[in-house]
């Protein structure tokens, strides 16, 4: 069987280079074989023996697959490479590449190491996480397989931290991350001054030798450092290569054809969004049918339009799975120029959309839909504060008044579908001009907002279920149901206070529900509340369907927010292959094609977990900085008295929210008096064993602010009624002045008991 023809595309005669050889592979439309390669550069005899010998060579080198016949561009692992662990599995090392940058941002392989046992074998320390080790590599049935050669040193590990210098001179780097309760010495300051955020690296192979400052970053407590601190530590990719902007600034000028949209300038469409948001994704619509339901049109950024697969755009976004929103600063996916201009919904501008039209009946139910690719014109961008002050005004138009009239039914077929209703609390931080902070509070929550996310959640069921019958593929959206073993411990917890969680039925979203509604007790049904969501399993995108089971729907997909998420834009690009809505091609060098790639056609599974893994990422670092935030916010107010709910209980002690506010703190089990208290994992309870006295989830709690640590985030409480000190953390080595010398306190450190023989 013939290949189809590779694209004419002229490429320079003669034995190609690496980066010439990896540029045809790309750019050619199938797995492109040695015969190909030689064939485009016109080798001929010794050459071609060179060029087999260069392939092999980068084969080894990862950078393309070992295939003889067909090669591919995958970022692949060399059979000689530096590897990182990640995890101890069954007793076992599991390491990834240290260096892993593929063009499509697919997640790292998982390979197990293989240490060398018996007694020939050289006695060497278990590996522990973070351990970098050079191994040799290889493919088997059941995965990759790993045998180290030399364990090596963690130079290139960047930590960060604040600089400080002790009375005899010598800096110490004070971590920022809450769980490094010690200072490190710092070996090479690197010109950096006390009091500044710094980055820094293992100074040696001894962790004797300390670090060496390798970028000052500034001001640690300065406007914009506590976002800054969290893009470091997590590694998010926030600056965008000329290549990638010089793009965007030719996608952004590609002029729309008109006559091959769908025209909706004329709709009073409106996008209903937060009072400071700079991009607007949607945009929606409704009129009564005549027949007691609604027409409505569901206007989504044409983002797919301007990002085709394969540019260098397309590249970047998928390295970064999505938008990244800290209080004062957005990471976007995409350049300004396209998420907050050209590709946003801003009133009174022609913009490219792609646009669901749903069918609503007098139930709330969607009987119809269809996509299109449309112009709008957005006939206004309202905050949802004011979207919902007209409305309970009564001074709403009457587009506003049939948006909420269409919720009100979608929120019927909502009601019956019975999705988990949790009442969780957000945390807003509010900033003035100069970056600092003017008010931090819990989100009020609003019908405006509960009218967007149904008509959201109605385009993205729509999105799924279109794409389903056409056989096309999908990225969904999955929840899946609480694991067994969860539903058992949460069963086991609710025991403990007279609740029974029977296992044998089938368990849905209106169970706990119901369970949460028969409580009448505030303080008891937050226990609850908080045990259901402990119960639950983690959101994630992947290409077989397992349902959402928060939302109770059977087909999920999401669809709305191509701006800001990558799995948006895979979502429009399969709608745009399977109801044949291609637009002219562009033309300035951008690819002409704006459907699924090839490879995302033919498996969706990698880039599903790489961006699932993105956006686990973005959210440990959006709640991270928000501790920061409410911890700088609330060190100006140690020592005062706060109501708080107790949230968590393990043995070292409890965490506590405060309420209204939402700051989680530790109060240590150190702190709770001299006796002993014994801890119950199934409860969730810490119990003096001579007082009897119980913290338990749920409890509210008088407890006054004894540490805010803005640079770590971190809280620590302690009770009202005395308890034990809490002990200052991160700080280096106390240094007194004896003789001509200054030397630190002799003898064993107080946290050491002597064990000494009897």
């Not at 299109?372 to 005004?393: M, P």
């Not at 039914?409 to 001009?433: I, S, Y």
């Not at 790639?597 to 973005?618: G, K, Q, T, V, Y």
């Not at 900085?625 to 107790?646: H, N």
């Amino acid at each position: 069987m013939t290949k189809p023809p590779l694209r004419k595309l002229r490429f320079p005669q003669g034995l190609p280079s690496r980066q010439q050889v990896l540029d045809f592979i790309a750019q050619s439309e199938e797995p492109a074989g040695k015969r190909e390669i030689a064939r485009a550069f016109g080798l001929k005899g010794q050459e071609k023996i060179q060029l087999k010998a260069l392939l092999r060579d980068m084969a080894d080198e990862g950078l393309i697959d070992g295939n003889r016949t067909a090669f591919h561009r995958l970022g692949g692992v060399p059979r000689v490479t530096v590897l990182r662990v990640v995890e101890i599995e069954d007793g076992e090392p599991i390491a990834i590449p240290a260096t892993w940058q593929p063009d499509d941002a697919t997640p790292p392989p998982r390979l197990r190491l293989i240490e060398a046992r018996g007694k020939g074998a050289a006695r060497s320390p278990a590996l522990r996480p973070g351990d970098r080790v050079l191994a040799r590599t290889e493919e088997t049935g059941t995965g990759w397989i790993a045998h180290p050669m030399k364990k090596l040193a963690t130079e290139d590990e960047q930590v960060l931290g604040v600089v400080e210098v002790d009375a005899a001179g010598k800096g110490w780097l004070a971590p920022v991350d809450k769980r490094v309760r010690n200072a490190v010495p710092i070996a090479d300051l690197g010109g950096a001054e006390p009091g500044q955020l710094v980055l820094a690296e293992p100074a040696g192979r001894s962790p004797r030798a300390g670090v060496k400052v390798t970028a000052v970053l500034g001001d640690p407590l300065a406007p914009r450092a506590f976002s800054l601190i969290a893009i470091h530590k997590h590694g998010i990719p926030h600056v965008f290569a000329r290549e990638v902007l010089d793009e965007a600034q030719r996608a952004a000028a590609v002029a729309l054809a008109e006559d091959r949209r769908e025209d909706l300038r004329d709709l009073p469409i409106v996008a209903i969004d937060p009072s400071d948001a700079r991009d607007h994704d949607d945009a929606i619509w409704a009129e009564p049918d005549g027949e007691g339901g609604f027409r409505a049109v569901v206007a989504i950024a044409d983002v797919s339009f301007y990002v085709r697969p394969g540019s260098a755009l397309d590249r970047e976004a998928r390295k970064r799975g999505n938008s990244v929103y800290f209080p004062d600063r957005v990471v976007p996916m995409l350049p300004e120029v396209l998420s907050a201009d050209v590709c946003s919904l801003r009133s009174g501008a022609d913009r490219a959309a792609m646009a669901c039209h749903l069918a609503i009946d007098a139930h709330g139910r969607v009987k119809d839909f269809r996509f299109t690719r449309a112009l709008v014109r957005i006939a206004e961008v309202i905050a949802y504060e004011d979207a919902q002050a007209r409305i309970d005004d009564d001074r709403a138009e009457p587009y506003l008044r049939h948006l909420w009239d269409a919720w009100r039914l979608l929120a019927k077929a909502r009601d019956a579908r019975d999705p988990l209703e949790l009442e969780l609390p957000e945390q807003r931080v509010k900033l003035d001009e100069q970056g600092r902070i003017t008010e931090i509070a819990v989100r009020e929550r609003l019908d405006a907002h509960r009218v967007v996310e149904d008509f959201m959640i109605a385009a993205n069921v729509a999105a799924a279920k279109a794409l389903e019958s056409r056989t096309a593929p999908v990225v969904y959206r999955i929840h899946e149901p609480p694991s067994r073993e969860k539903l058992v411990a949460l069963k086991d917890y609710l025991a403990t206070f007279g609740k029974k969680l029977a296992l044998g039925q089938v368990i849905t979203p209106g169970l706990f529900n119901r369970m949460l509604k028969d409580i009448t007790d505030e303080a008891e049904k937050a226990l609850v509340m908080e045990a259901v969501l402990r119960s639950q399993t983690q959101a994630y995108y992947g290409p077989r369907n397992a349902g959402h089971f928060g939302l109770s729907l059977g087909s999920y997909a999401h669809f709305t927010s191509p701006i800001r998420r990558y799995s948006d834009l895979l979502i429009h690009r399969a709608l745009v292959d399977a109801f044949a809505l291609e637009q002219p091609a562009p033309g300035d060098g951008l690819p002409a094609h704006s459907g699924l790639a090839e490879r995302d056609r033919a498996d969706l599974s990698r880039i599903s977990e790489a961006i699932s893994a993105a956006e686990r990422r973005a959210m440990m670092a959006e709640r991270e900085t928000i501790d920061r935030y409410v911890a700088a916010w609330l060190s100006a107010r140690v020592g005062e008295v706060f109501t708080t709910r107790i949230t968590g209980v393990r043995s070292f002690g409890f965490f506590a929210t405060i309420v209204g506010l939402g700051g989680d703190g530790l109060v240590p089990v150190s702190t709770l008096g001299d006796e002993h208290f014994a801890y119950d994992e199934k409860a969730q309870v810490l119990e003096g064993i001579e007082s009897g006295v119980r913290y338990a989830i749920g409890q509210m709690q008088e407890l006054r602010l004894a540490e805010a640590n803005p640079l770590t985030g971190a809280l620590k409480f302690e009770l009202v009624d005395g308890g034990g000190r809490i002990e200052p953390r991160g700080r280096p080595v106390a240094l007194k002045k004896r003789g001509g010398h200054l030397v630190g306190r002799r003898g064993r450190p107080a946290n050491i008991r002597h064990q000494g023989r009897r």
